[in-house]
């Protein structure tokens, strides 16, 4: 076949407009895919699911998911908790109401995320695996940590000075853990938070209190009355053997487990027993601004009840005061440990993720994950001086660290 000049000047220029078309084409859809990437949230879905919870939101609908600790097959499982208002603490008339659970005053609380249970054994064991990890690290000069990238980096909890007081009542993987200090809890979030991606964190008491009512104003999520308790909550008349499974009762109206009784939740406030006074006059607030940050180590609050308690101390306003000197009388170590509690109600003290629809700036998340506590800040920086504690950096690579490491 004979080509003109001019048949090849356009057959050229065809072939040029088609590479140039295709190419353009496969730039949309990268731009397509990225734009997509960067529209996907974890818990977040284009369309509302025909069954189960959901939360309406710009552009979609916040869905339950499950997030898996990276490294192992332990999974998470987050609900959707609809934003809302309430008000928040007790009632002058409810029965056995304590004078620290009011004034009552409006809360406003934005949507979030709630772990379906509190944190189990399976769950904390993977965070505590980190102390010899770390430690490792160290002597092998493996990812130092220094001031330059400090805030990138957790303590792990030491090894139990007495594990037959923690573990008494078991360690099953289901179960709930406990005795760890507030500080540890935060600690498990930021290490979690920085190895999946995503902010996970303490409830503030008023987040906390918002979820456990489930939408009811009542004493308990189910009512007014202690009646139907034993369908709902592991107290003192049913569970006298220690910290039940997670999840074996009936939910809230949320669909999260435990929020009463099995162990009571660390939130991240300082205990005030003036009450909500100082929030009082500044009504309505928001949830997330409803915070004393606590600047001794205790007391602070934890909610919800446990397993150890009387049925009027599980109800959704009640509140228990951390109280380090009693907490921690049998721990012999100076300073006491920042990460372990060593006496009674602590095996009843456990701790459940939160995370918010809207992730927050960086100097709020760093609020929530590391102690605004002077005395906490010494304790911690004298274990590691002497050798009995130490830092690690955490992220998405950590796991791959690790397993180099190991081989």
């Known amino acids: 076949m004979k080509y003109s000049l001019k048949s090849l000047h356009q057959s050229s220029s065809l072939g040029l407009v088609l590479v140039l078309s295709l190419t353009w084409v496969a730039t949309l859809a990268d731009a397509a895919k990225a734009a997509a990437a960067d529209q996907t949230v974890l818990g977040i879905a284009s369309e509302k699911p025909a069954t189960g919870p959901a939360v309406e ?15 192992t097959d ?17 009632p002058e008339q409810e029965e056995e109401r304590a004078d620290d659970e009011g004034p009552q005053f409006k809360v406003n609380v934005d949507p979030m995320w709630v772990a379906k249970t509190e944190v189990n054994w399976a769950q904390y064991k993977e965070f505590m695996k980190l102390y010899n990890v770390f ?4 002597r092998n000069g493996v990812r130092p940590v220094d001031d330059s990238n400090k805030a990138d980096a957790i303590t792990a909890p030491t090894q139990l000075y007495e594990p037959s007081f923690t573990y008494e009542y078991g360690e099953r993987p289901e179960q709930p853990a406990v005795t760890m200090t507030q500080y540890a809890a935060q600690q498990f979030t930021k290490w979690l938070s920085r190895v999946s991606g995503q902010q996970y964190r303490l409830p503030t008491e008023a987040e906390w209190e918002y979820a456990a009512r489930g939408g009811k104003a009542t004493a308990f999520s189910w009512g007014d009355s202690a009646d139907d308790i034993d369908d709902y909550a592991w107290y003192y008349d049913n569970a006298d053997d220690g910290q039940m499974a997670v999840g074996t009762k009936k939910p809230n109206a949320f669909g999260l487990y435990d929020m009463h009784g099995n162990v009571a939740e660390w939130t991240v406030n300082q205990h005030t027993e003036d009450g909500y006074k100082s929030f009082a006059d500044k009504a309505p607030i928001n949830a997330i601004d409803v915070v004393k940050w606590p600047v001794t180590s205790s007391p ?23 109280d380090d000197i009693e907490w921690k009388d049998a721990d012999p170590n100076f300073p006491k440990s920042p990460w372990w509690l060593t006496d009674d109600p602590a095996r009843g003290v456990g701790f459940r993720l939160f995370r918010s629809y809207k992730p927050l700036d960086k100097e709020t998340i760093t609020k929530f994950w590391e102690p605004t506590s002077e005395e906490v800040l010494m304790d911690v920086e004298s274990r590691v001086m002497e050798g009995r504690g130490g830092y690690g950096l955490v992220d998405e690579k950590l796991h791959d660290v690790i397993q180099s490491s190991q081989k």
């Open 300 to 322: 602070c609050v934890v909610r919800g009840g446990s397993w150890e308690m009387d049925p009027h101390q599980l109800r959704s306003a009640a509140r228990l005061a951390s």
């Open 135 to 138: 430690k490792e690290f160290e």
């Open 57 to 71: 939101v710009e552009g979609g609908f916040m869905v339950p998911y499950s997030m898996t600790i990276p490294g």
């Open 74 to 90: 332990l999974k998470i499982e987050m609900i959707p908790v609809p934003g809302g208002s309430f008000m928040m603490g007790s």
